[in-house]
C-alpha cells in the first residue's frame, strides 16, 4: 500500500510531465468545463490538462457554456494552476506576454482610439499601438469604429521606438478560414439559410451568409422580369434563401430566396387566352419584342405578329417604354411563357369596332360606307 508520500510524488511527476509537454505560446484545442464568476475552466482535448481562463475576456461578449469548443493558448502555470487565454487583454497585456503574442500569433484584444495618418492608434492595455489601414478587415473599413474593442494579432514590436503595430486583416482571415471548415463540412446545397443584404445591384444582391458573400442572382430574387431589385429589397434585411451552389474553392456561393416568395403563376393569372390587354414594351429582340404586362408577367410578340413588313427595323416602329396593346395567343404555365400578337389585337379591335357600329345601324339592310370598308378591310384579312 503507498503511503501518502508516495501519493504526492506521484503527483509531483505527473505536474512535471504536464509542464514538460506544454510550452507557453503553445495553441491548443479545448473544451470548457466549468464556467464560475471569475474563471471559465477548461480541459485541453490532447494533453487532457486542466486550466482556466479570465472571464474578463468575455466582458463584451457571453460566456461560453459547458462543453464548448475553444481555441487557447498556454500562458504559465502557477503552483499547479495553468492559466490560458484565447486573447490578451487588460492587465494580461504585460510585455511579456505581448512578445509571446507576437511570437506565437495570439489575439489581443485593442480599441481603437483615433484615426491618424495611414491607419488607426489603438489602445492595447496600458500600451500605445497603430494599425495600418491595410491591415483593417474590409468588414470594418469605412465604418465608425472609434472606441470600438477589436481582436489583433501583433506584427511587430519595435523596442528602440516602443512601437507595436498590428493586423486585424490577418486575424480576420484565420477566423474566416476556422469558420470555412467548420461550414463546410455543414453546409450542402438544397439547405436552407439566414443571409443579410450587403449590396443591391441589377445582376442581383450580394449577402452576407455568416461571415461570406454570397450572391442571389437576379433571376432567384424575385419572379419578376427585369424586376428593379432596390424596389423590393433594402439593405441590412434578413431573407431566408435555399443554398444553390457552393465552391469553397473559389468563395463563390450562389442563393435562392424564391422559396419564400409568392409565385404569381402558381394562381390565377389576370388574364386568358384571346384577350387583349395592354402591356409596355421591355424590349426589342431581333426575333420580336417583350413585353411586360403588369407587375409579374412578360410575353414575347414574335416578329409575324407585330404588324411590321418583314424587312423592316423593329427598333425604327417601336421604343421601350412605349404602351402596347396585344392580343393574348398562348399561355403555356409550364415554360412560363406567353405569347402575343400586336396585329391580332388591331384586328379584334377593328372587328369590335365593325360589329359596334353595324349594332347602332337603323336600318340592317342599309350599310353606310364606313361600314362596308371596314367589312371589305376584315375580309380581306381573313383571306391572307
Known sequence: MKGPSSEFERLLEESFKKRQSIEPGSRHEAKVTAVKNDYVFIRTLENKILGNIST??????????????????????????FY??????????????????????????????VEANGGWEVKLGSHSAFVPFSQ???????KNIAGKRIK??????????????????????????TKKQLLRDELKAGMFVSCTVKSIHKFGLIVDM????????QSEATYKKNADLTAEF??????????????????????????FLSDPWSGKLPFKESDIVTGTLESIKPFGLFVRLGDDFSGLVPNKETGVPSRTPLNTVFNPGQKLEVFVLEINPEKR????????????????????YMSKEENPGSVSSFGLALQKSLEKKNKK
Not at 483593417?136 to 469605412?142: E, I, N
Open 56 to 81: 474578463e475576456e468575455w466582458r463584451d461578449e457571453v460566456l461560453p457554456k459547458v462543453g464548448d469548443s475553444l481555441v487557447v493558448y498556454f500562458l504559465k502555470e502557477n503552483s499547479g494552476d
Open 84 to 113: 490560458f487565454t484565447t486573447c490578451l487583454s487588460g492587465d494580461n497585456l504585460t510585455e511579456e506576454h505581448m512578445e509571446m503574442a507576437a511570437q506565437y500569433e495570439i489575439p489581443v484584444l485593442g480599441q481603437m482610439f
Open 136 to 142: 483593417l478587415d474590409v468588414s470594418v473599413k469605412g
Open 152 to 177: 489583433f494579432v501583433i506584427s511587430e514590436i519595435g523596442k528602440k521606438q516602443n512601437k507595436i503595430v498590428l493586423s486585424q486583416k490577418k486575424i480576420a482571415d484565420k477566423e474566416r478560414e
Open 210 to 217: 455568416d461571415g461570406f458573400d454570397a450572391l442571389v442572382p
Open 234 to 259: 433594402r439593405v441590412g434585411e434578413t431573407l431566408r434563401a435555399k443554398i444553390l451552389t457552393l465552391d469553397w474553392a473559389t468563395n463563390k456561393i450562389s442563393l435562392s430566396v424564391k422559396d
Open 337 to 356: 411563357q406567353i405569347a402575343l400578337s400586336i396585329s391580332k389585337a388591331a384586328e379584334a379591335k377593328d372587328r369590335m369596332e365593325y360589329q359596334e
